[in-house]
Each structure stands twice: as structure tokens, then as C-alpha cells.
């Protein structure tokens, strides 16, 4: 795996196994109805949630004031977004709620998707395309506010 880390953006290529985020991407529809399953006799569960471990475990290496904290990833959601689809509103991921105690988000992207597609960071003025088997983990407050772009 490799990092990168700006403006306190990480981003992290190669997360998965090699073949991963294609069987995720074909077998979507049957995932929906019948649960995550398997892939190469582990649990989809596991896999994801161990790529997520990795990619925190090393931005709280790189900001150390977190390493107290601990990665809360109960709960995961797979969101299939149609060509010019995806949320386009300027939001932050930590807002009133459930989510108030929120640090940080992630995004995990399962595909290439070529001339458009990308996050957008309005304080920090980055673009990142969607990029097969990569992800970002990024500040959940108002500092990071961002939106999908087709």
C-alpha cells in the first residue's frame, strides 16, 4: 500500500487484494440480496474492514495527536453511483446527531472512472479522481467540506 498525505487528506492506493474490488463490482446485485459472502474463502466483512484498519492505522501514524483513538467502523455501506450520479451538495461528515462525535470519514473507491468522477475539497482546493482499489480518510468536520463530482 502507498500514501500520501496533504492537507491532512490521506490517500492510500492498492488497499485490497488483487481481483477484490472486481468481484465486488460484478457480484453487486447478489451482494444487495443475499449479504456480503466471500471472497477467496475470507469474509467480505473482514477484507473491507482490514483495509480500512490499515489506511487509519497509518494517518494516525502520520498525526500522532490521534493515536489515542480508536477505529469505530461497526457499519459499512457499498453505493453504486450512475454515471453523473452522486451527492453534489458542499456537506461535512460531522454534523448534529449521531454523527457529532464523528473525527473522520473515509471513501473507499472500487473503480476508475475515466475524464470525471472525483471528491472535491472546497477549503483545501483538491480534486481527487476515483482510482481503483484506493482510499481517502480525511477530517469529518466543516474544515474538510466536500462533494462528489461527476
Not at 487484494?17 to 451482494?31: A, N, Q, S, Y
Not at 468522477?117 to 477530517?139: A, D, H, L, M, V
Request: hydrophobic fraction near 35%; charge should be negative.
Amino acid at each position: 500500500m502507498s500514501e500520501k498525505y496533504v492537507n491532512f487528506i490521506g490517500m492510500y492506493d492498492n488497499i485490497f487484494p488483487d481481483g477484490f474490488c472486481d468481484h465486488l463490482i460484478v457480484t453487486f446485485e447478489k451482494l444487495v440480496e443475499r449479504g456480503l459472502g466471500t471472497f477467496n474463502g475470507e469474509s467480505v466483512s473482514s477484507i473491507v474492514i482490514d483495509a480500512v484498519q490499515n489506511c487509519f492505522d497509518s494517518y494516525i501514524n502520520n498525526y500522532d495527536i490521534l493515536k489515542e483513538n480508536t477505529l469505530n467502523c461497526t457499519a459499512f455501506k457499498f453505493l453504486k453511483t450512475p454515471p453523473g450520479g452522486g451527492y453534489h451538495i458542499w456537506h461535512a461528515e460531522q454534523n448534529e446527531g449521531s454523527m457529532s462525535s464523528r473525527c473522520l470519514f473515509y471513501i473507499m473507491y472500487l473503480n476508475d472512472i475515466q475524464d470525471s468522477g472525483e471528491t472535491e475539497f472546497i477549503y483545501q482546493k483538491i480534486r481527487i479522481p476515483s482510482k481503483k482499489n484506493t482510499c481517502i480518510i480525511s477530517p469529518a468536520s466543516f474544515t474538510h467540506a466536500h462533494r462528489g463530482n461527476p
